[in-house]
């Protein structure tokens, strides 16, 4: 059962990570701005911006997630308070030290400073392995708690219950509920990315120190990298997909999704093949072999199919001609599912390798995974927070409709300004676009636009879960 | 416990601060990133083989153009960097999709100057090079990021010697600073006609684990150490999910 302490420490989670949103969505909109040449920054403010909006994005919503299963957890197995705890004083270090190298030192090379950027010192000295270090620490933090929350799933499942595997027979005896099956697979690949990322920071930190008696091979960097960053964007998202099949029927009045063989086989598939699909991002690179960059097509296309398709199918059943209590937090679930499908076949058409050698690095790539993002995962963490939130202490909100519509059309014109830049190969990444690209600032400056409707209806989201999960903070034991 | 997670903290943190980077330190390198894919400046061009009023562009549209900027009374790099240019491209008679424009970007040179440039250089007569100066030096100079100094003590300017390579639409692909050997105009040279030019840092000793190594010598690519390291995190992974299986199974309920 949930105690209180995991109840504050959810609350503290959630609080840290709208405060974290607001930030990096106006280092965006700056961004935006700058592209519109509307402001003006420097470069080097530019892409610092971009470093730190990047990864503190990535890092808040795979925390998010982190959170949201980590408390719904409790409702099949006891978890630890402990590594919770760990996870997050080493996330806030682990961010105050990212913040430092960016904004102090001016560290800029980019969420996935691929190598050799880092060291190609145009920032403060110490900034590089400020920026690692600042790396190594969130990892650590993440990697323990990982762990630890697999470690108290195996505590009451056995390996091939965790993995659902005797649902592939008739009649099986024990069920392994949905939540656990996709929270057991995507802690797997959790731990292996942020393995990938350990592996990534020492050989930096090696080379780093050799002073130049050990050098690394590009190619095995950029892999580690891909390893590591395209699997943690795609299992924050899964992380997300495992709080809907918890909550989507439970919040909406319909009986429990149960596993069933389609539903196994589809999650241990996704494993596979989320493990390998980072591939299509090296589709530039000629010395990588043509085999690995077929696997990389091939996992991309067969990644989205099961978890997608699986998700929703079971989501279209449940709501198609059936009575729903519709409330805010599953209209998020919903309207974020379809934003990450909307993402997905973005993803999908990129990762295309003929369409990849028009599409590469062009604002086709931020818009697709801003999309399944901003309009899909970002939904998923606010439908958990505003469910909790609810649990412990019920308004009766009021102006959800309009809440919704103020996100709806901020998101989609924000993120339509991407997708049309895209399509005109307006490339991505420019802190200004040059006068042949005349409309790629026009496009920036629409986007700046909405994605301020966006950031209107994030703080009105903000003001009111944070108001309730401050109240759960300062809540005694007898008045829970 | 909180002191010693302080001490231990601003040992790691001295000691970075610290540590010299040897590794790979901004060079002059991105001097010649400048510019790249931005539109040189079209300067009305005036010089023997040119007809009256043509520009830079009418230059360029008709064939990628490699411009060399040098004024004719230097005594310093402008000869040796023209004469190691004239050699590089003497080794290319077969390579015809390119004009070599060389430019003065001294305003008191004349189209004279240059003229007898050519000559001395044995030029004249070569269809691939024109010698040439403009009215609108200043303009050009900018639009490629090229700023040489005015040194009044040796009444001369203080320069790089630098090749740009312009495409034929009039965008800078790729700049040379210093006498460079023939290899690295061939990159120009691809770069203004547009063509991809694939390159990779050879394996070096010190460079342990590469996914492939290259044998220049067979032209054969073997995978090397680093694939190893491509799959490691999913086999750890594998290996502390086992683990965990192993030590917790025994209080499983
Ligand atoms: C309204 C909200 C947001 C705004 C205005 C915004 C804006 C931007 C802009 C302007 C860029 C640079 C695009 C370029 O390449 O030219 C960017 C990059 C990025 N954004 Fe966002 N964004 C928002 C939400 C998000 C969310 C929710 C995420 C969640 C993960 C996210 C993750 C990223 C990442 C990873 C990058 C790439 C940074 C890099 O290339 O190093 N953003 N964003």
């Given amino acids: 059962m949930e105690t209180l302490k995991l109840r504050k420490i959810t609350s503290v989670w959630i609080i840290i990570v709208l405060t974290l949103f607001v930030v990096a969505i106006v280092l965006g909109i700056l961004m935006r701005l700058n592209q519109g040449e509307i402001i003006q920054q420097s470069p ?12 503190t994005m990535i890092g808040i919503w795979f925390v998010a997630g982190m959170a949201a299963v980590n408390y719904l957890l409790e409702r099949y197995v006891k978890t630890s308070y402990a590594a919770n705890l760990f996870a997050l004083v080493l996330t806030v270090i682990g961010v105050l030290m990212l913040w430092c190298s960016t904004f102090i030192g001016e560290f800029h090379a980019g969420w996935t400073f691929l190598y050799p950027l880092p060291f190609k010192i145009m920032w403060a000295e110490w900034a590089t392995p400020l920026f690692l270090s600042s790396l190594g620490v969130l990892g650590l933090g993440w990697l323990v708690w990982s762990i630890s929350l697999m470690a108290q799933i195996l505590k009451k499942y056995s390996i091939s219950q965790a993995f659902a595997w005797q649902h592939f027979h008739k009649n099986p005896k024990v069920e392994t509920p949905p939540f656990i099956l996709i929270t057991m697979i995507t802690l797997i690949g959790v731990i292996a990315c942020l393995i990938a990322a350990v592996i990534l920071l020492i050989l930096f930190f090696i080379e780093y120190f050799s002073t130049g008696s050990f050098v690394n ?61 980072f591939f299509h991002h090296l589709y530039m690179d000629f010395v990588q072999p043509e085999g690995l960059q077929i696997i990389g097509q091939i996992a991309s296309y067969l990644a989205s199919l099961p978890a997608a398709g699986v998700t929703v199918f079971s989501i279209l059943v449940a709501v198609y001609r059936n009575k729903i209590n519709w409330s805010l937090t599953n209209l998020l679930f919903f309207i974020g599912v379809a934003g990450w499908v909307i993402g997905g076949l973005g993803a999908v058409i990129d990762a295309t390798i003929s369409n990849n050698f028009i599409l590469h690095n062009t604002l086709w790539v931020p818009a697709h995974f801003h999309t399944y993002n901003a309009m899909g995962n970002v939904l998923f963490s606010l439908a958990f927070f505003h469910w909790f939130s609810n649990q412990y202490y019920h308004h009766k909100e009021r102006q959800n409709t309009l809440k919704l519509s103020i996100l709806l059309i901020g998101g989609a014109g924000f993120l339509l300004a991407f997708y049309i830049g895209g399509a005109e190969s307006i490339p991505r990444r420019y802190s200004t676009y040059p006068s042949d690209l005349p409309m790629g600032a026009t496009l920036a400056s629409i986007a700046a636009l909405f994605a301020s409707l966006y950031l209107i209806a994030i703080l009105i989201f903000f003001f009111n879960i944070s108001k309730k999960c401050l109240k759960i903070l300062s809540s005694s034991p007898q008045s829970s | 416990m909180f002191k010693d997670i302080v001490i231990f903290s601003s040992i790691v943190m ?133 700023k040489p100094v005015w040194d009044s003590l040796r009444q001369q300017y203080d320069h790089d010697a630098l090749l740009i390579g312009i495409n034929s639409e009039g965008y800078i692909t790729k700049k040379l600073i210093g006498i460079r050997n023939n290899a690295d105009l061939g990159l120009l040279l691809a770069s203004i006609q547009d063509s991809f030019t694939p390159t990779y840092r050879m394996a070096n000793p010190n460079m342990l684990f590469s996914c492939f190594n290259y044998d220049a010598k067979t032209g054969k690519n073997t995978p090397g150490l680093g694939l190893i390291f491509v799959a490691l995190p999913a086999l750890i992974a594998m290996v502390i999910v086992l683990s965990v299986n192993f030590f917790v199974r025994v209080n499983r309920i």
């Fill in chain 1, 44 to 55: 080097i403010t530019f892409y610092g911006n971009m470093t730190t909006h990047g990864l």
């Fill in chain 1, 217 to 277: 091979d590009a190619l095995l960097m950029k892999n580690l990298t891909y390893f590591f960053g395209h699997t943690i964007a795609n299992e924050m998202l899964y992380l997300g997909l495992a709080v809907i099949y918890e909550l989507f029927a439970e919040v909406s009045g319909r009986p429990k999704w149960h596993t069933t063989w389609y539903v196994a086989l589809a999650w241990n598939l996704s494993l596979i093949f989320i493990l390998t699909a």
């Fill in chain 2, 14 to 146: 001295i000691s970075f601060v610290s540590t010299n980077v040897k590794g790979q330190i901004a060079s002059s390198g991105w001097k010649e990133e400048d510019r790249i894919y931005s539109k040189v400046f079209d300067a009305p061009l005036s010089g023997k083989q040119l007809r009256k009023g043509t520009t830079l562009y009418q230059v360029t549209s008709q064939k990628p153009t490699v411009l060399a900027l040098i004024f004719t009374r230097c005594t310093g790099v402008c000869n040796p960097f023209l004469l190691e240019l004239k050699e590089n491209i003497e080794l290319r008679t077969n390579e015809k999709n390119f004009n070599i424009l060389v430019m003065s970007f001294d305003p008191r040179d004349t189209e004279k100057d240059l003229d007898d440039l050519a000559m001395r250089f044995g030029l004249s007569e070569d269809k691939r090079w024109e010698f040439a100066v403009t009215d609108s030096i200043r303009s050009l100079v900018q639009s490629i990021g090229f």
